[in-house]
């Protein structure tokens, strides 16, 4: 094997071992060129791959439909590959190497005859950051690359980086058949290899995202003494110029994107408040020089959820959406070529294109655009795009917040006594599901650290990682758990969120400021209602209170049912964690 891009002897050798099994009639290398891009949009439509959409309206965005059998993730399928099966732990679905590896060779063997193999050089991150990381993948997918071309830094650079012996990441992806019951999502951590069968729904098959950036960089960073994390990072910009940056957890579709962009409520703008996003959804994180931890997103677009996106909502992702973006699953509105989706705006209109290519009328009784359909946008186009979002240092932590989806028990807002505190505060999120991943929707379920479907090795590992790094840091950033979703009894949201979320935002800084003071109780810190700021909401000091409370036989309650939960885990669970538990379970009981 050769090629006109590298001579990286590892490289060639990956390609022509995967061209070996898949057989593919043609390789092309990926260069990462406009031009080369450019035809791959055009032979995309001529296949019928892609849509062109209305270049006027959305200049340079395609559209694009998955089989009606690979709409999310499949978390069920996935597996991570390591010897022994005590190192994935009791959360993940473990297959032994050489079993893993036999079936998806069998599966993809010859699977590429007619078709083209694409290898794709990426980088996650800033090509020559310390914080970066070479991947190569394979693929059977023009979606694929033209995806990658968008959530990644793909092209010749990273072969210049990775010279002729630098290591990187394997990626191996087949759409094969499109077959669920021969699906398979396979890690190989011990082997930086990631294997991806019979799915072409991106987060199964854009292997930079999910699978290396998180479940395989996080088993890196174990061994390297630094984080990967699923987290979003924002700046807010103070009335005297000084930046303040925080990360943020929370699971798949619950409000990620709209955190990292939001738009601060009008009396916070007049003053000269301005929130600034560097990630939407993965940070790699490092103890700096000063003590401090810094984070960079290693991604370089948006594979964000489309429905709910609206010009209230979110009008800086919606904004980075009108230009250079895939859909994925939408409706379309025949009308003048254009996209819709549920809650884009009130009334939809008259006729439209499903995600399944139907008709649609209003009256059709389905939804017009999948749950979990997605926009893929270049980072460029966002409004609020940080300008340290190409920063090869990353930006400095003030704050951690872990968030997830609960109709009760959480505060709107609550801050951990310390580190170790806030690692127990992360290891108990629990967070209803969503349509980001197959299986039912709205079930409570365990998500520590909104990791459960992305750690790439033992859980309780990954926690005693976390305790670890504490002792690491210096300056360490204050840890907070947020509740956006709290509900009241005819189940309607209480706490408006989106823009509002500033008010929040606000506190969180001040308390890492310390101006502002706050009320111990059970849990940890919760602020006087006093000290959020309310102005122009419309919504009573008393409501606020009533979703400030810490109710102490729920929070017993809550601390049996972690008890129960981190049974799992045995003797590698921190002893840390288990003194966190011990401490709110006597809290509760005083
Ligand atoms: O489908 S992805 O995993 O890429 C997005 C998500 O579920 O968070
Ligand atoms: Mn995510």
């Known amino acids: 094997m050769t090629s006109a891009l590298t001579k990286n002897q590892k490289v060639l050798a990956f390609v022509e071992e995967s061209a070996q099994l898949a057989q593919p009639d043609r390789i092309v290398w990926i260069d990462g060129s406009e031009e080369q891009l450019a035809a791959l949009r055009e032979e995309g439509v001529k296949t019928g791959e892609m849509i062109k959409l209305n270049q006027e309206k959305l200049p340079g965005c395609y559209y694009h439909r998955t089989a009606q059998n690979d709409v999310a993730r499949v978390e069920d399928r996935t597996f991570i590959c390591c010897k022994n099966k005590e190192d994935a732990g009791p959360i993940n679905y473990w297959m032994d190497p050489q079993e893993a590896y036999a079936l998806c060779r069998n599966i993809a063997r010859g699977k590429m005859k007619g078709r083209t193999m694409y290898v794709i050089p990426y980088s996650m991150g800033v090509v020559g950051s310390p914080f970066s990381k070479i991947g190569i993948e394979v693929t059977d997918s023009i979606y694929v690359v033209l995806n990658m071309a968008i959530m990644t830094r793909v092209g010749t650079a990273c072969y210049d980086y990775l010279g002729t012996d630098g290591d990187f990441i394997k990626g191996f992806h087949c759409k094969c058949d499109v077959d669920p019951e021969k699906r398979y999502i396979m890690h190989f951590p011990e082997d930086n290899t990631i294997i ?28 390297e003494g630094w984080m990967a994390e699923h987290m979003l990072i924002l700046g807010v910009t103070y009335p005297d110029g000084s930046k303040h940056y925080v990360a943020a957890a929370f699971p798949s579709a619950c409000g990620k994107t709209n955190l990292a962009m939001l738009i601060p409520p009008k009396h916070y703008l007049e003053k000269g408040y301005k929130v600034e ?46 230009q250079g973006t895939i859909f994925t699953n ?3 509105d025949p009308a003048d070529n254009t996209v819709w989706w549920e809650g884009l705006t009130k009334q939809a209109p008259a006729r439209l294109i499903d995600w399944l290519g139907n008709e649609w009328t209003p009256d059709s009784g389905v939804k017009a655009a999948h749950p979990n359909s997605r926009f893929t946008a270049p980072a460029t186009g966002c409004p609020c795009l940080s300008p340290e979002f190409n920063s090869k240092e990353g930006v400095p932590l003030d704050a951690i917040i872990f968030g997830g989806r609960r109709a009760t028990t959480t505060p709107l807002v609550y801050q951990s006594r310390d580190w170790d505190h806030g690692v127990f505060v992360g290891s108990i999120m629990s967070s209803e599901t969503t349509a980001a991943a197959t299986g039912a929707v709205g079930v409570l379920r365990h998500d520590p650290m909104a ?3 992305f750690c790439g090795y033992h859980m309780a590992d990954y926690f005693g990682h976390w305790i670890d790094m504490g002792k690491k840091i210096a300056n360490p950033p204050k ?6 979703f709290r509900q009241d009894a005819d189940g309607n949201f209480i706490w408006p969120g989106f823009g509002d979320n500033m ?27 006093k000290d959020i700021d309310l102005t122009g909401l419309g919504l009573t000091e008393e409501t606020l209170e009533s979703i400030l409370y810490v109710d102490k036989a ?3 309650a809550e601390a049996d049912e972690i008890a129960e939960y981190y049974k799992q885990f045995g003797d590698r669970l921190p002893q840390e964690l288990k003194e966190s538990l011990a401490t ?3 809290n509760c009981e005083k």
């Not at 940070?283 to 290693?298: E, T, Y």
């Not at 594979?303 to 209230?312: D, I, L, M, Q, R």
């Not at 840890?479 to 956006?484: D, G, S, T």
């Not at 008010?503 to 602020?527: F, M, Q, S």
Request: aromatic residues 10%; charged residues 20%.
């Open 196 to 223: 991806s069968v019979n799915s072409a729904y991106g987060g199964n098959v854009l292997l930079g995202k999910k699978c290396f950036a998180l479940r395989i960089a996080s088993y890196l960073g174990k061994n």
């Open 277 to 322: 996003c560097v990630g939407d959804d993965i940070a790699w994180i490092r103890v700096g020089k000063d003590g401090r931890l810094w984070a960079v997103n290693p991604e370089n677009g948006f594979f964000g959820v489309a429905p709910g996106t609206n010009e209230k909502s979110n009008p800086n992702a919606l904004a980075a959406t009108r």
């Open 330 to 332: 939408v409706a379309i």
């Open 451 to 453: 990791m459960k479907p």
């Open 479 to 484: 840890i907070f758990n947020v509740n956006w």
């Open 503 to 529: 008010r929040v935002l606000d506190w969180i800084l001040k308390r890492c400021a310390g101006t502002v003071e706050a009320k111990e109780t059970a849990i940890g810190y919760v602020p006087y209602a």
């Open 554 to 556: 729920r929070w017993s």
């Open 584 to 586: 709110l379970k006597s």
